[in-house]
């Protein structure tokens, strides 16, 4: 945290310590002004009361209002930044990590627990410790052993109680979160393997055991709530107990009615911002177990190192050489993903890539690329190591059409920009017309919105959109990752065909599970398991019994 | 409902709790005005220890109950929102994001927490506890009361009025604070998007701008938002000055004694507290309340149903128990046997589709024979499983098995001899011996293993850490796609009894080797039964001794298989 943010967070802290304090001083002032007026003293000697009164009553208002803008601004300030790191953090490559879109949506959320912090619980302490110290402080100049009673009083309430909520909280979710994640789990079952479950007649045994699952939950959540119960009795029983305390010590030492009234009365008023801290210490537990979780994401290491001084981007026509390129997921053990592929893509060269699902077609696009870290062989660009140069740099040879392409919150021409934000409309209507999305983004329209998760896009225009991107961006080397999956039969052949069209004289490597088209490539690889067990133009391929030809039967088969 | 009458019951008690700990107040408030004056001698102060053990002895009673009220209506909704989704069917489920289900059912209910342990009590009291206060300053002190009684309304008042003023100022910040962390979400979401495109770094910036932009219009709205609350504090601190001060004029005069000064000094906040604190949770359970329309939501939808789904027409009141699964008629039990399923004229429509998922189709299938349903994806195959199934039923024509109309079945005892292996088959979270013997629970380990076995299966399944008791992890991570559909068939194995084999293609996605065994394991299979095989490679087709072709809804061809594949080269 920066400077300027220590002294914003200081505004908001000394504005909610002066509304506190107003609230405390009101009811001083109202309470001296009450008992002295009792005591029948010239009006005179009640102005400055009356005056005291009005002004803390004024002053509470304004104060709280002051610090509900300060610190809102404070929270919001401090969750960009972290944000920003989250960001950062994240836009070196990533390793796979479990849980795919919950966990980024978890990510998100979690950066949210910094304003919490903020304004549910710094604020409010550090307010709440101003104010119990000027109580303090006014019981030790009119009398010291009332002054201990509150300290103790409100040590009880404002540091025992919350720190017994906080250590409660963080056992309770230890214990309840393996109880929501069960019945997450029978969730999920009944709601995905519905179709199962109502074929096997195992519907009502699977319901069953989601009902325990409730019932299970139910029963941990209701014995939570005792921590919050107890803290709430203890917060009263703490405050009563004081103020009684303090009644008695001040009448024992004989003080006066006056001081009396302002000594009990201000040590009730000061436990007011003190008793929501019991609260704010059953949420510190989600919240350090947010922050501990974006600290993780923070110091995890990117999948790929960078050069320390990476060498100069190659340029003009590119070859890219690869070989015997071994590459192994994170912690996988058995048989690398890729396992001793060799190929090379002179320019021009159109290679595709096929193989049933797994082969590891797409992890050898993600070696291309910069994305996954061979465990072995090399990568050449013009001769040059693809691990020498930086991987922003090798992304901007070699990218396109990846795996699972995104479309964003925000107009369709900003969507198809992001790949070209210099292009003009000539270039965005030929990126579009290549993709075979003419009459879709006339239909749509350029500045039409494209909705969450491209939810108002259908697969097939996902994927001709993301396509246009990579035609687009128009890379030295073109890589595309099964651009016609879930394309209908006819729409997936006329865009293989119009692809092929775009990329003539591309340098291309095309991932496939279909082969319509495949006899205009220069060459055909299959893998399978990460292994090249067949290479060559399709008219050999069809030939030779194998993979290939089997795949090509049952296309031929399921085309009418 | 007996748990809904205990919830109500524990709903009572958190109220009624809170209610006597608000009035409990106004006791102590009343020994504390007498000890403080002097009236009561020091020996009261027991009496206010003991009124402060009372409310402590109370709000753990609230906050125990609330707990309980909580605990019990998000079990209630819970327990209710799982009946419902095993009504809606497979069919129907498909049609909801099932994401969202899941965590509606979890996080989304406890959304509900701060509407029903806070919000709830919170207008108990305030309905009680001001009138009472009123009350008691009135038989106090007139002048007082008449104050207290007039600012009083001012706070629902000027609420109301600040609050309605900056209702579509707010409520257009507040969407665009959730559009904010949706840009921050998309843009992580789009990362590997941006990355491939070299766009990400510059991204960041955009994320910075849109935070700032972002956090100065969420201030300006915030300065006229936070009024509202600016006015009510003012008006209960402002009430408390214009009460106090007189007080101390006519104290001065001899016309008030000191007790009554000190209750009504006491008393006065606490007429202002309930209506602000009513304000403050009201806006703290407002998220909950759309969780609460959103699990309603679910709940209630049961009136559109779709002709082509399974649950009938009766089911279009709230009423949640009946069962929709089973079909409403169902009286005849399914012919002993090997019968003969005839689609007579079906058409299949989907609600919100236009065309027909299956269009007048009519297709004969006898006891024993193989069918293999070849066809583009989309082209209507796997709805002609589900209507064999029953997951769907016909919007017109009938599926006839044997000369009974399906409709007229007993659902569970016709499924109950059929096995089936759906295209993504779901493996649960429990052992594999739990997810073989799915069909049969009554399935010894030995019967698991002859299944595993004949499903190829048992190889790979003694190789996992605790064999056939290895946990399943969520949606079957831990195994492969062609193991995952071998378990699933070596469920249908695991049910000797059926007599008709339903498989939607059981070898997409799967590795030529997996394919093998996988074919081997359905020839095995369906040797002596029916099948009906939604098949697109070869080896697969192979297998039956029909090959009919479905089309955008429609069957285009019925031949005999093609045993020669040389032949369509």
């Known amino acids: ?560 | 409902m007996r748990a809904e009458r205990s919830v109500r019951r524990h709903l009572a008690v958190t109220l009624a709790a809170a209610v006597l700990a608000g009035l409990l107040v106004l006791v102590q408030a009343e020994l504390l005005a007498g000890v403080l004056s002097g009236r009561f001698a020091v020996t009261a102060l027991t009496g206010v220890v003991a009124v402060v053990g009372l409310r402590a002895l109370l709000a753990w009673t609230q906050g125990v109950f609330a707990g309980r009220t909580a605990t019990g209506v998000k079990s209630a909704l819970r327990q209710r929102l799982l009946g419902r989704f095993q009504e809606l069917g497979p069919a129907r489920l498909t049609g909801h994001r099932s994401g969202e289900l899941v965590t509606l059912t979890g996080r989304g209910l406890d959304g509900l927490d701060p509407y029903l342990t806070g919000y709830l009590p919170a207008i108990a009291v305030a309905g009680v506890v001001p009138l009472a206060v009123l009350i008691r300053l009135f038989t106090a002190d007139l002048a007082s009361a008449i104050i207290v009684l007039l600012t009083l309304p001012l706070i629902p008042i000027f609420g109301a009025l600040v609050g309605m003023t900056t209702k579509a100022v707010t409520e257009r910040q507040f969407h665009a604070l959730s559009r904010l962390g949706g840009h921050f979400l998309d843009v992580v979401r789009g990362l590997p998007t941006l990355r491939a495109f070299g766009r990400a770094r510059y991204q960041a910036t955009v994320i910075e701008r849109v935070a700032d932009a972002h956090r100065s219009a969420t201030m300006r709205t915030l300065r006229v938002a936070f009024l509202s609350s600016l006015v009510l504090e003012l008006c209960a601190s402002l009430s408390l000055a214009l009460v106090a001060v007189p007080i101390g004029l006519r104290l001065l005069g001899g016309s008030l004694d000191l007790t009554t000064a000190l209750l009504v000094l006491l008393l006065a906040p606490e007429a202002y507290l309930p209506l602000r604190m009513m304000g403050t949770r009201f806006h703290a359970s407002m998220e909950g309340v759309a969780a609460a329309d959103a699990a309603f939501a679910v709940l209630d939808r049961t009136p559109d149903t779709p002709p082509g789904a399974t649950a009938s027409p009766t089911t279009a009141s709230p009423a949640i128990t009946s069962p929709a699964i089973t079909s409403p008629g169902a009286t005849s039990a399914p012919p002993a046997g090997a019968a003969r399923i005839h689609l007579d004229d079906v058409t299949v429509r989907y609600p919100g589709r236009d065309d027909a998922a299956l269009e007048h189709v009519t297709l004969t299938i006898e006891p024993g024979e193989h069918i293999a349903l070849v066809g583009e994806s989309g082209g209507g195959k796997s709805t002609l499983l589900h209507l064999v199934l029953g997951f769907v039923t016909p919007s017109a024509g009938r599926v006839l098995i044997g000369e009974t109309d399906l409709r007229d079945l007993d659902l569970d005892a016709w499924r109950a001899s059929l096995a089936f292996v759906p295209q993504r088959p779901h493996l649960f979270t429990t052992s594999v011996a739990d997810n073989i013997r799915l069909g049969a629970p009554s399935a010894s380990l030995e019967e698991v293993r002859r299944a595993a076995t004949a499903a190829h299966a048992d190889g790979f399944v003694q190789r996992l850490p605790a064999g056939y008791d290895t946990q399943v992890g969520e949606r079957g991570a831990n195994l492969s796609a062609g193991q995952r559909q071998r378990i699933a068939l070596a469920r249908a194995f695991c049910r000797p009894g059926a007599s008709v084999l339903l498989l939607d293609e059981p070898t997409a996605r799967l590795d030529g080797r997996s394919e093998a065994a996988v074919v081997a394991a359905t020839a095995e299979l369906s040797r002596g039964r029916t099948a009906i095989i939604v098949a697109h490679r070869p080896a697969m087709i192979d297998l039956a001794d029909r090959v009919v072709r479905v089309h955008e809804g429609r069957l285009v061809s019925d031949t005999a298989a093609v045993t020669d594949l040389g032949s369509l080269r």
Request: proline fraction near 5%; charged fraction near 20%.
């Open chain 1, 1 to 560: 945290m920066n400077r300027r943010m220590g002294i914003r967070l200081g505004w908001a802290v000394l504005a909610g310590a002066a509304a506190d304090l107003a609230g405390l001083g009101l009811i001083a002032a109202a309470a001296w002004l009450i008992t002295r007026a009792a005591e029948q003293p010239p009006l005179t000697a009640l102005s400055v009361a009356i005056v005291a009164t009005r002004a803390f009553a004024t002053g509470k208002g304004v104060f709280r209002y002051a610090e509900r803008l300060t610190g809102h601004d404070v929270a919001l300030r401090a969750q960009a930044g972290t944000r920003e790191q989250l960001y950062e953090s994240l836009i070196p490559p990533q390793r796979p990590r479990h849980g795919g879109a919950d966990l980024l949506s978890r990510m998100v959320d979690d950066t949210e627990a910094v304003q919490d912090l903020l304004v549910r619980c710094l604020l409010p302490a550090a307010a709440a410790a101003l104010t119990a110290l000027a109580a303090v402080v006014l019981g030790l100049f009119v009398l010291p052993v009332s002054a201990l009673a509150l300290v103790t009083g409100l040590v009880v309430a404002g540091v025992l109680l919350p720190v017994v909520t906080a250590t409660a909280a963080r056992r309770w979710s230890a214990r309840i979160a393996p109880a929501r994640a069960a019945l997450a789990g029978r969730v999920t079952d009944l709601v995905h393997g519905s179709a199962d479950l109502a074929a096997y007649g195992a519907g009502d045994r699977a319901l069953d055991q989601a009902r325990h699952a409730d019932t299970a939950l139910a029963t941990l959540e209701r014995r939570q709530a005792r921590v919050h119960a107890l803290a709430l009795a203890g917060g009263t029983l703490t405050q009563g107990l004081t103020v009684a305390a303090i009644v008695l010590l001040a009448q024992d030492a004989g003080v006066g009615s006056v001081a009396t009234a302002v000594l009990a009365l201000t040590a009730l008023v000061s436990f007011e911002p003190v008793l929501p801290l019991a609260a704010a210490g059953e949420r510190m537990a989600g919240i350090t177990a947010a922050l501990r979780r974006l600290k993780d994401v923070r110091s995890t290491s990117p999948a790929v190192t960078e050069p320390s001084s990476p060498a100069p981007v190659p340029a003009g026509p590119l070859t890219v050489e690869v070989e015997d390129l071994v590459v192994r997921h994170p912690g996988a053990q058995g048989r690398p993903a890729v396992d001793g592929v060799s190929l090379t893509l002179t320019p021009g060269r159109r290679v595709a890539l096929v193989g049933p699902s797994g082969a590891g077609k797409s992890t050898l696009l993600a070696a291309l690329m910069r994305l996954a870290e061979p465990e072995s062989g090399s990568v050449r660009v013009n001769g040059v190591d693809i691990r020498e140069l930086a991987s922003d740099d090798v992304r901007t040879l070699m990218t396109g059409l990846t795996q699972d392409p995104y479309i964003f919150q925000t107009t369709l021409r900003d969507n198809l920009r992001l790949a070209g934000p210099d292009a003009d409309d000539e270039g965005l209507t030929r990126a579009v017309r290549e993709a075979r999305l003419e009459h879709w983004v006339e239909r749509t329209g350029w500045d039409t919105e494209l909705g969450e998760d491209g939810r108002t896009v259908s697969g097939g225009q996902l994927q001709r959109l993301a396509l246009a991107r990579a035609l687009l961006y128009d890379p030295p080397v073109l890589l595309l990752d099964e651009p016609a999956e879930a394309l209908d039969e006819t729409t997936a052949d006329g865009l293989m065909a119009d692809l092929l069209d775009a990329t003539h004289d591309r340098t291309t490597l095309l991932v496939t599970h279909r082969l319509s088209g495949l006899e205009r490539v220069d060459e055909i690889i299959v893998l399978e398991e990460g292994r090249v067990i067949q290479r060559g133009p399709h008219d050999r391929l069809v030939t030779e019994p194998g993979y290939y030809r089997d795949l090509w039967e049952s296309e031929v088969l399921t085309r009418r």
